[in-house]
């Protein structure tokens, strides 16, 4: 690569990161103006939820028993398995559980609302709402990507759920541990400081999906190529973001409540 | 029949100027178009019909001109009075640009959101536009399932739907076959007839200009190359103008 190109590379990278944070700032622009399309919004969190749900659900179950199936021969060596409940349960819900599913929802509602927005872009759907006297800004942007905030959240939350409950099935096969025992173990072993950042981050990661995937659709160009695009660089952008926010999360959170 | 002075413009442009970078597409453009006139604009492919009106009705800054419409300079219009304006226009898009996700019923009853309407006024509403087009048996169907033809039809009576005083088509015939084109221009005239609006027509299909102009424009270098009635336009000497009628 020439250093020319090179320097371009960079170049634009910031400009698009700048982009990036005047879609954010417009964002909250017109959040704050009525009217508010609370309708659109309702339908937004069905569909981002509903489509998500098995999604989640799957990659949590599969978390869980696999988590507890590798980790269990380690800790029988040291004699520890009694810690299992409180290891799983505190690994998942802090950390594995919010980056891991979303980065699925990056997959699936990042990109779907890149593609959608997008497409809606080319063939002038955008346009049209802004003719007939709708701010399509306020209606697509807006609504989706309070949606995915609201919904990260909870579907970050439904997936610890399952994930702990297929751990809990590897104990209960495993090692003869009864489902409720597991989970007074897990109870005693989780503390506000450990669900507080976590559940704070999942918003976070939320809106970071929901703006990436936003601010890709929305400006797409070049036709119905640009669309794959704007869906496939709304995926990496998003990912890269989430790991950003993360970072700064645990940073944060271990100023906050010293552990 | 000479066109007085006093008729008022409805829709008025003035030495309209837009580029992009190095691509100079409108240098100097200007119309005007009357109550209850249509008026036809033809250019070739790609020399700026859509980004004239993408200017005409504010989805693109212009670089510099007068864009008046009602006697409102769109150009630094306040978004709110924007939007009321919006309302009394209907725009047909080169590809429809129907609303994927929305059956037909809630594609036409898009437009009709900011009115406060009751349920029932909304239906008769979307039926009276369905049925003008020819139409009402679409309404619980999505976009998918209409072909090329129907999804026009369906977008015209979204544009209709509101009673707009101004209609602008962009291409309307475009990706037709001669047969439904020819349907679509006759729709065009009754729509026109029924409801007393104000067309700006954009077409490449001579026999749509033929039928539906009162008055043409050629656009060509990005100004308003020739103005002049079908008849005169058609009977050109000039190689550029009749390499239109061919
Ligand atoms: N958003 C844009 N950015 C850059 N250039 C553009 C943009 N929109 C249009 N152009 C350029 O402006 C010129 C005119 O385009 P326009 O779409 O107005 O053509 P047209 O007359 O409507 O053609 P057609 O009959 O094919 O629809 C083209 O050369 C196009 O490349
Ligand atoms: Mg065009």
């Known amino acids: 690569m020439k250093p020319f190109q090179f320097y371009n590379k960079i170049k634009n990278f910031f400009i698009e990161i700048g982009e990036l944070a005047y879609f954010a700032g417009r964002f909250f622009k017109e959040f704050f103006t009525r009217p508010f399309e609370f309708k659109e919004l309702l339908r937004q969190c069905y569909t981002m ?7 989640v659900g799957v990659t949590g179950f599969i978390l869980g028993l696999v988590f507890s199936l590798q980790t269990r021969p380690t800790l029988m060596k040291f004699g520890a398995e009694s810690w299992m409940p409180s290891m799983v349960s505190i690994s998942i819900i802090r950390e594995l559980g919010p980056v891991i599913f979303a980065l699925i929802c990056a997959g699936k509602i990042s990109s779907g609302i890149g593609a959608e927005l997008g497409s809606m872009r080319v063939t002038e759907q955008i346009d049209a709402m802004e003719v007939s006297g709708t701010n399509p800004f306020k209606y697509l942007v807006v609504t989706r990507i309070l949606a995915a905030t609201l919904m990260l959240p909870l579907l970050i939350i439904f997936g610890d759920a399952i994930a702990l409950f297929g751990s809990a099935l590897v104990e209960n096969l495993r090692g003869d541990v009864s489902f409720q025992l597991y989970f007074i173990k897990v109870f005693k072993a989780l503390h506000f400081s450990d669900i507080i950042p976590a559940t704070v981050k999942s918003f976070f990661f939320g809106f970071a999906i ?24 709304a995926v990496v952008y998003t990912s890269m973001l989430l790991f950003i926010i993360d970072f700064i999360a645990v940073f944060v959170s271990d100023i906050l409540f010293e552990i | 029949m000479e066109k007085t002075t006093n008729i008022s413009p409805i829709i008025e442009i003035k030495d309209l100027k837009k580029s992009f970078i190095n691509n100079h597409v409108l240098n100097g453009f200007s119309m005007q178009l009357n109550k209850g006139e249509s ?38 219009l306040e978004r709110n009075d924007l939007d009321n304006l919006r309302t009394e226009i209907g725009f047909l898009f080169q590809g429809s640009a129907l609303y994927d996700s929305m059956t037909v019923r809630e594609n036409l009853e898009f437009p009709l959101r900011k009115k406060k309407l009751s349920a029932k006024e909304k239906e008769t509403l979307v039926s009276d536009a369905l049925e003008s087009v020819g139409l009402p048996e679409t309404v619980n169907l999505i976009p998918n399932e209409l072909s090329g033809g129907m999804k026009r039809r369906v977008a015209l009576a979204r544009a209709i739907i509101l009673k707009p005083k101004i209609i602008i088509y962009d291409e309307p015939t475009t990706g037709l076959d001669p047969i439904t084109s020819k349907e679509i221009t006759q729709l065009m005239k009754e729509i026109q007839l029924k409801y007393g609006t104000s067309s700006l027509v954009i077409t490449h299909d001579i026999d749509c200009a033929r039928v539906i102009s009162d008055r043409m424009i050629l656009l060509i270098d990005g100004i308003n190359y020739k103005e002049g009635t079908f008849k005169e336009l058609s009977s050109s000497n000039d190689k550029r ?3 239109f009628f061919k």
């Open chain 2, 241 to 243: 103008i009749q390499a």
């Open chain 2, 39 to 76: 008026l036809v604009i033809m250019g070739k492919s790609g020399s700026g019909k859509s980004v004239m009106i993408r200017c005409l009705i504010g989805l693109m800054q212009p670089d510099s001109g007068i864009v008046k419409i009602m006697n409102k300079n769109i150009v630094n």
């Open chain 1, 210 to 233: 929901g703006l990436v995937g936003c601010f890709k659709g929305y400006n797409c160009e070049k036709g119905t190529v640009g669309v794959g695009e704007a869906s496939n660089s």
């Open chain 1, 49 to 55: 939820g509903n489509r998500s749900l098995i999604l």
